[in-house]
Nanobody, 122 residues
Framework: QVQLVESGGGLVQAGGSLRLSCAASEFLTYAMGWFRQAPGKEREFVAA????????NYATSVKGRFTISRDNAKNTVNLQMNSLKLEDTAVYYC?????????????????WGQGTQVTVSS
């Protein structure tokens, strides 16, 4: 079973940047995704990338501000978050599943990390 460990969360002012990383125990042909969950809200899709890194999907709310990337040699997937807004505050989760498409639904992923907190302040 693949294990995922997120890092890079923290406190940042609105307009600032953070880079989240997710280290996987193994990658194989896994699609990887980032999701987030704010207090009192359901977990929602943020970004996903396919195995080769050639295809990605983004939530409308983050498109143009966030960039997902992966380094298969290092078994890591990253989420560069720029121009952060107050509404980006949430626990961010890394997720994985077998398959080569950048899936966008929570229910399509079966492997999850523990999450890392991102707090954007005014």
């Amino acid at each position: 079973q693949v294990q995922l460990v997120e890092s890079g969360g923290g406190l940042v002012q609105a307009g600032g940047s953070l880079r989240l990383s997710c280290a996987a125990s193994e990658f194989l042909t896994y699609a990887m995704g980032w999701f987030r969950q704010a207090p009192g809200k359901e977990r929602e899709f943020v970004a996903a990338i396919n195995w080769s890194g050639e295809r990605s999907n983004y939530a409308t709310s983050v498109k143009g501000r966030f960039t997902i990337s992966r380094d298969n040699a290092k078994n890591t997937v990253n989420l560069q978050m720029n121009s952060l807004k107050l509404e980006d505050t949430a626990v961010y989760y890394c997720a994985a599943r077998s398959g080569t498409y950048p899936y966008t639904e929570v229910g399509q992923y079966n492997i999850w990390g523990q999450g890392t907190q991102v707090t954007v302040s005014s």
